[in-house]
Nanobody, 124 residues
Framework: VQLQASGGGLVQAGGCLRLSCAASGRAFSRYAVSWFRQAPGKEREFVAVLMWSGGDTGYADSVKGRFIISRDNAKNTVYLQMNSLKPEDTAVYYC??????????????????WGQGTQVTVSS
């Protein structure tokens, strides 16, 4: 499965952005797509997950209530709508695919497919 992330940019605090992750290739029944992010000098961290079949979602506490992960089946694309952005949301954002989802959202070793990163910068 190939993943293509896009949609990053520069935004003021309080603003919003929508990231996209387009998927192509073989379909897996338990496929899940997550967003991770990595800020300068910090480790990469989990942001949100979506189960492709069923649409169940999960979020890190730091973004709960502000970010929304969703999908468009017709376009094979997962979105991350980011609202009420804060300077601490500044990071490179990656989408990742888990072909046999077992609920280990935070464990990067569970993910088989990674898109390239897209930079999100939130100015204060």
């Amino acid at each position: 499965v190939q993943l293509q992330a896009s949609g990053g940019g520069l935004v003021q605090a309080g603003g919003c952005l929508r990231l996209s992750c387009a998927a192509s290739g073989r379909a897996f029944s338990r496929y899940a797509v997550s967003w991770f992010r990595q800020a300068p000098g910090k480790e990469r961290e989990f942001v949100a997950v979506l189960m492709w079949s069923g649409g169940d979602t999960g979020y890190a506490d730091s973004v709960k209530g502000r970010f929304i992960i969703s999908r468009d089946n017709a376009k094979n694309t997962v979105y991350l709508q980011m609202n009420s952005l804060k300077p601490e949301d500044t990071a490179v954002y990656y989408c990742a695919g888990d072909r046999f989802y077992r609920g280990k959202d935070y464990d990067e070793s569970e993910y088989n497919d990674w898109g390239q990163g897209t930079q999100v910068t939130v100015s204060s």
